[in-house]
């Protein structure tokens, strides 16, 4: 199982499903971030948390945590 915080810099993914629970499953999804929404990783901070994004044609930022239940191929 690949995860978005595995994905690198400058690499695309597509979600096939977003794992956890509760608010943070429901936080990640309304951010945009849905099954079959392709995802750019735009950037990578240094120390490796945060990532930026681009999901929909916007830039997000999400935590390395947060990305880990984001299931893509």
Same mark, same amino acid.
């Given at each position: 199982?690949?995860?978005?915080?595995?994905?690198?810099?400058?690499?695309?993914?597509?979600?096939?499903?977003?794992? #956890?629970? #509760?608010?943070?499953?429901?936080?990640?999804?309304?951010? #945009?971030?849905?099954? #079959?929404?392709?995802?750019?990783?735009?950037?990578?901070?240094?120390?490796?948390?945060?990532?930026?994004?681009?999901?929909?044609?916007?830039?997000?930022?999400?935590?390395?945590?947060?990305?880990?239940?984001?299931?893509?191929?």
């Amino acid at each position: 199982m690949n995860t978005l915080n595995q994905v690198k810099a400058g690499n695309a993914a597509t979600v096939v499903k977003i794992h #956890g629970e #509760g608010a943070l499953r429901r936080r990640v999804m309304d951010m #945009g971030i849905t099954k #079959g929404v392709e995802v750019l990783v735009r950037k990578v901070a240094p120390l490796g948390d945060p990532m930026e994004v681009t999901v929909r044609g916007y830039e997000l930022t999400i935590r390395k945590h947060d990305a880990k239940i984001i299931e893509v191929q």
